[in-house]
């Protein structure tokens, strides 16, 4: 994939890369997308973040066994993720580099909720992007919560912790276009709830 | 605040922006904030988000009005949210536009979870980053989920939906620099959790 260096080109070229080159991805880089990361907002700029980056071959046959569990489990004999159209995923022994988002849980519930998330999914996002600027590929994967217990085992995240997303990244083994998407006018509504864009 | 057009500028000067000018923000600049949200990932690519617009301002009185209480009652007297050193909040009646991010929950659970998140704040946080790159504000705030019920009948939200944010977008009354933030080795981590991290 070509890089990006326009913010006008960046968002419509984000796209969901499964598919990686067996090439690695320089740690010069990493530190790249994950500077990017820790610039993202967080709930009263608490930066709760945590970026875990596996390399090693043992952890990472680890994750990925959990990983193929929880996508068998959902989606049977169908494979899952990828697109009918799209390469082979790449199975994570073989992705260079998994990142594993953390974020520290409130204090009062012990749990993450759905407005933890405003504390982490920013994070991540502005990860994808600074990759997809840099020509790398990723695709925000969040299935491992189907085995949470036991990738939690595997990285030892402890109790206060949890795993929002599961990051691959690395080379994408073809150019992809721009992201196909409905109008946004199709999704935006007037001042109130409007029943018509349901 | 500068517009930015390149890539490497645009993380590092993502700010939350909680003071607007009395100038109203075009409606061609909305669309592109919104365009910029819908090319985000989503869970199984699903989309789930819808982006309510609110300019009428019987709608932001009594949106502000559900917020200034959820504030009260979370900082008590001491107005909460901006920093110390910043210049004075923009109550919401003044604000030219408030966007509230909306997402279908889960139809097995019924309600957003954790993991809900990921299919709506990426989706935010390319609207801030957008807006930013037009040298527009925005801030993301969730305070008013202390207010939910009252919100979502303010707004007409279905039971089918939740709300992740309330993002005000206007234009800054100041300048503004680069975030602070720590080195992002200080919160990565290798192959496991490090508890020297934590």
């Given at each position: 994939m070509q890089p990006i260096e326009r913010v006008d080109d960046l968002f419509a070229h984000q796209r969901a890369v499964r598919a990686f080159a067996d090439r690695d991805v320089d740690e010069a880089l990493v530190e790249r997308v994950l500077a990017a990361a820790t610039r993202a907002p967080s709930g009263s700029n608490t930066q709760p973040w945590r970026f875990v980056v596996v390399r090693d071959p043992g952890v990472k046959a680890q994750l990925g066994e959990a990983y193929e569990d929880a996508l068998r489990e959902t989606y049977g004999g169908r494979g899952?993720?990828?697109?009918?159209?799209?390469?082979e995923r790449t199975p994570w022994t073989r992705v260079p580099v998994l990142i594993v988002a953390c974020v520290q849980v409130p204090a009062r519930t012990g749990q993450a909720g759905f407005q933890t998330g405003a504390s982490i999914y920013p994070a991540c996002q502005n990860l994808m992007l600074q990759a997809r600027a840099l020509g790398l590929g990723t695709v925000l994967t969040t299935m491992h919560r189907r085995r949470r217990e036991r990738i939690h085992e595997i990285l030892g995240i402890p109790a206060g912790y949890d795993t929002a997303a599961i990051i691959p990244l690395g080379w994408p083994t073809q150019p992809y276009g721009r992201s196909r998407r409905p109008p946004a006018a199709s999704v935006t509504m007037r001042d109130r709830w409007d029943p018509a864009r349901e």
């Open positions: 899952g993720g990828a697109g009918a159209a799209g390469p």
